[in-house]
């Protein structure tokens, strides 16, 4: 717009606006000295637009010069007695007035191209900061989706280590697990033979046989349970938050780990809180930390002597908070190493792989939780983690 437009052209070289004064102001005399226009009685219009047109294109000084050459082609050519260096003393108010119209118009062009250089400057700031804010933007909005794949990687890759490391740890307790399975087989199998003999008395004894077929059923149910739950540990997925009862999620980790616990003479207590909120989380991922923390437990207790024993705890507490503790009485905290016990890859185990607490740590904290130990008195150590309780929403 700026080219298209002769008022918002940019100033020419110092020679070039004196020389536009000097050739407007020309220009001014010979059209108002030109017989054929009859306008020498009142030229005082045109030196005015020269004087605008110099001061505008040129600035100041040219606007000056301007005024100076017009005062003087109006003292001289129009001002009676004509050409003359002497004119006559009422004549020169009128010299002053022109005079003084010059300059205010003169003055007036510099300050509105003052003013319009400012406008156009700002413009193009703003402009410039404009595009600058666009390629910054496109650069946030670049970096931004680098980082949401990178997350969505890390969280994958996490997903996936911690799926490694619960195959792992069934796969340790691979005999504790079949005799778990096994229990309720055996007992199903041997109430199908009481049924049986039941049925096949000479006078069946019906009640007996039913009692029977329904401890089959219980056993069976059980033993599917049990099976149920160690594939859900084995499955791979994504985070799924749902509603979950810490307390069950407790009692089925029990179950499963109440065989490893009974090969090394390890007793296990729960004490449980019975009007205990439920959490929002991903209920194989708190198995998994329970899981964890219990066999943990256990292997500190395996070559301990005196009284062995895993407490699992849970309460809650103040702020909306499930606060869950496993406490043992095996080896405990290794004392100068204790800040590190969280860290990737440290393991006090001689076959450890150093993951299974920063696991359980990465899985409480994307609960929004915290997880931490200490030392028990006189021996052992405590697990501690506590999770957001969900909020009911009122009726």
Known sequence: MSRLNPLLWPKRPAIWSYGLAVLSVGAVLLISRWPALHLQESPVSLFLCAVILSAWFGGVWPGLLATVLSALSFYYYFLPPIRSLDPKPEELPRLAVFLLSALFVGALSVAQRSATE???RARDDLRGTVQELQRSNEALQTESLERKHAEDALREAQSDLARVSRVTTMGELTASLAHEVNQPIAAAVTSANSCLHWLAADVPNLDKARA????????????SEIISRIRLLFQ???LQLESVDVNQVINEMTVLLRGEAARYSISVRTDLAADLPPVMGDRV????VMMNLMVNGIDAMKAVNGTRELVIKSQGVENHQVHVSVSDTGVGLPAEQKDQIFNAFFTTKPHGTGMGLRICRSIVESHGGRLWAASNSPRGASFHFALLAKIEAKE
């Open 285 to 288: 991922q708190l198995q998994q």
């Open 236 to 238: 791979k997925g994504t």
């Open 212 to 223: 029977a077929a329904t401890r089959i059923v219980k056993d069976g149910t059980r033993a």
């Open 118 to 120: 400012s406008l156009r």
